[in-house]
């Protein structure tokens, strides 16, 4: 992996951009200055990595744009050795950041071609994330119970599985919504197993998909 002091430079201005943009948490931004984010894109598209923009990563799929990465992992509220479950591993840089901030992190992807590629990808950069092959929305009960439940694609709904696996005291954040546009959503479940529900305005996201791709 060739990380240089361009590439360093490059990504201090992006960590620069999402802090003017109101991402305050000093352990987020400290981990997107650490993550080498241009090797998780096709080297063709180097330079665009450090912009402030999603990016296509095969198999139709998207990197999301830095800025909403920091925003979903700052509502997420995470902190050191929570068990941290992610929906849409895409290229996994997501999944790092969550690692980069102590927890415990399980990802599961519905492409199986993304998945095996981002499997090996990830733990070739020494992250121990545990990456699953299936549908996201079932969740993964065998590591349940969550702490935090990230959902990286627009979903239509919020499943059972998911909030059942998610513990009280917990939080989800999705972007929901079947739309162009979803609203940033925050759910926390209370020790009685009540939901409260906050809101974060609104995102684009690709769409969170039923069942498994037929790859
Ligand atoms: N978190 C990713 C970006 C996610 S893009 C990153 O950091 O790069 C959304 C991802 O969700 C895509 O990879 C898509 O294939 C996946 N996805 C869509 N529907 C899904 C489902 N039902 N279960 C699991 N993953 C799903």
New binding site residues.
């Given amino acids: 992996m060739v990380d240089s002091y361009r590439h360093k430079g490059m990504r201090k201005k992006l960590v620069e951009s999402i802090r003017r943009k109101g991402i305050t948490n000093e352990s987020i931004l400290e981990a997107i200055n650490k993550i080498p984010r241009h090797i998780?894109l096709d080297s063709s598209f180097l330079e665009f990595a450090y912009d402030d923009k999603p990016f296509p990563?095969g198999?139709g799929?998207?990197?999301?744009q830095p800025y909403t990465?920091a925003f979903q992992t700052e509502i997420l509220d995470v902190s050191k050795g929570h068990k941290v479950l992610?929906?849409?591993?895409?290229?996994?840089?997501?999944?790092c950041v969550l690692e980069e901030l102590g927890a415990k992190v399980f990802s599961?992807?519905?492409?199986r071609k993304?998945f095996h590629k981002t499997k090996e990808f990830i733990a070739n950069l020494g992250y121990k994330i545990k990456f699953f092959y299936?549908?996201?929305?079932k969740g993964v009960p065998s590591f349940a119970p969550y702490d935090r439940i990230l959902i990286?694609?627009a979903a239509p709904n919020i499943s059972d599985d998911l909030i059942q696996q998610l513990k009280p005291g917990g939080k989800l954040v999705v972007p929901l919504g079947s739309g162009d546009i979803q609203t940033m959503l925050r759910i926390t479940k209370t020790a009685d197993n009540k939901l409260i529900e906050e809101s974060f305005g609104d995102f684009r996201?690709?769409?969170?998909?039923?069942?498994k791709?037929d790859d």
């Fill in positions: 998780f990563i198999s799929q998207t990197i999301s990465v992610e929906i849409g591993s895409g290229s996994g840089y997501q999944a599961i992807e519905r492409q993304l299936g549908d996201g929305n990286t694609a996201f690709v769409p969170l998909l039923k069942d791709a």
